[in-house]
């Protein structure tokens, strides 16, 4: 009997390792941070990096910086995005260990892998621009003609590397791997591409005027990133608007389609979803739902971070906290600034 257990046990273990396996390289900054990556055995500070990782890793460790660079910025960016709602993606700091809001296939692994995906390019292709990487540099000039009053110049960042480089590394895990359930392998894929394809599409001209003291008659332009910050919104609304699918045979291959009546293959825009998530509201552990007792609330906004809906409905308790602030800043001649620290009392609001 205790048999039977253990093997039930190490079944569900497997499974998870496998359905997280795609993002398990997030964990890279609990060893990663404090190397120098410029030996082949710190590719073996991270267990469970997939065979293709490890080679890329071996290959390219200057790349290993912009990798956990990209890791930390993840997390990070995943956190205040989702800031204000019930799922906060605190459990991303568990990373290689991921909880089952995010290893058994949920709407909210869809985010973390698009999200991780676009990250891992970006930081990549702005390495490559600011010259961090040997192998590469400046992206080559685009092939569209510049406006009439610019011309091209500047460093633009590498998009084509970063997505190239981005794609082998996080595709790696579950591209090469026969193991697992192929609906798993098909969504992550799915997803890391709507990730980057969400980086491609904030792409940006950015401008540098020349010209005698600033009168821009001569102007550089290059193509750049915008901020993370930026891609990460566009992905939270996708994530509010993700679909649920299922997988099924198209002649010899398999394919994702949605799973209500809806009969449409599965958009390139959109993030896909195997398995229902909580609400929330009350902390399991089973589904990985930490629950909102205690979380800030705002009572004048409707958002979803308002206590009703942060809340659950079990109301909130209020409290008051002092905060100190700059005030009554003077500017002195010449050149600085004296303020006053002054103490404001404000009400705060937490989840029953
Ligand atoms: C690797 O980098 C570390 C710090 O960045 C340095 O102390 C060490 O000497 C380097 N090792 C080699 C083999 O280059
Ligand atoms: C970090 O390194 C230790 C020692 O080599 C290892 O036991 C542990 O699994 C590593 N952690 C991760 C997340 O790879
Ligand atoms: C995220 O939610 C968890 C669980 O409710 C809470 O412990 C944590 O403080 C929250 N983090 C932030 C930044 O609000
Ligand atoms: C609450 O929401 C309102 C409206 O969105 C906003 O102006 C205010 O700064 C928020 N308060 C807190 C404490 O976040």
């Known amino acids: 009997k205790m048999n039977f257990l253990n093997n039930i046990l190490l079944f569900t273990f497997l499974l998870n390792a496998h359905y997280c396996s795609g993002i398990y390289w997030l964990g890279i900054t609990v060893n990663g941070s404090s190397v120098g990556w410029n030996q082949t055995h710190h590719c073996k500070l991270l267990e469970g990096l997939a065979p293709d990782q490890l080679q890329l890793c071996r290959r390219n460790l200057e790349l290993m910086h912009s990798i956990v660079q990209a890791a930390k910025l993840t997390k990070l960016t995943c956190q205040k995005t989702f800031t204000d709602m019930r799922w906060n993606c605190s459990?991303?700091?568990?990373a290689p260990r991921f909880t089952p809001d995010l290893s058994k296939g949920t709407r909210e692994s869809a985010f973390v892998f698009a999200l991780a995906a676009a990250v891992l390019s970006h930081s990549i292709a702005r390495s490559c621009a600011s010259g961090d990487l040997p192998s590469c540099s400046c992206a080559p000039t685009p092939a569209e003609k510049p406006g009439p009053d610019f011309r091209w110049g500047?460093?633009?960042?590498?998009?084509?590397?970063?997505?190239?480089?981005?794609?082998?590394?996080?595709?790696?895990p579950v591209k090469n791997s026969r193991s697992g359930s192929q609906a798993f392998r098909l969504m992550h894929l799915h997803n890391n591409a709507v990730g980057r394809q969400c980086l491609s599409d904030a792409v940006e001209t950015k401008c540098k005027c020349?010209?005698?003291?600033?009168?821009?008659?001569i102007k550089t332009c290059w193509k750049g990133l915008q901020d993370i910050g930026h891609v990460a919104t566009d992905l939270?609304?996708?994530?509010?608007?993700?679909?649920?699918?299922?997988?099924?045979?198209?002649?010899?291959?398999?394919?994702?389609?949605?799973?209500?009546?809806?009969?449409?293959?599965?958009?390139?825009?959109?993030?896909?979803?195997?398995?229902?998530s909580p609400d929330y509201c009350t902390a399991n552990e089973k589904f990985g739902s930490l629950g909102t007792q205690d979380r800030h609330c705002n009572k004048t906004t409707s958002g979803s971070d308002s206590c009703s809906l942060m809340c659950c409905g079990r109301g909130y308790n209020r409290y008051m906290e002092k905060v100190v602030e700059r005030c009554q800043c003077k500017y002195h001649w010449c050149c600085y600034v004296t303020c006053k620290k002054c103490e404001r009392t404000v009400e705060r609001y937490v989840c029953k």
């Open 91 to 94: 459990s991303i700091e568990k």
């Open 154 to 172: 500047g460093c633009g960042d590498n998009i084509a590397y970063g997505l190239n480089m981005g794609s082998a590394f996080s595709d790696a």
């Open 210 to 217: 020349h010209g005698v003291s600033g009168s821009c008659s």
């Open 236 to 276: 939270k609304s996708r994530y509010l608007t993700a679909t649920k699918v299922t997988h099924r045979h198209v002649g010899t291959t398999r394919q994702l389609v949605p799973r209500e009546l809806d009969v449409r293959p599965v958009r390139d825009t959109e993030l896909v979803y195997l398995v229902s």
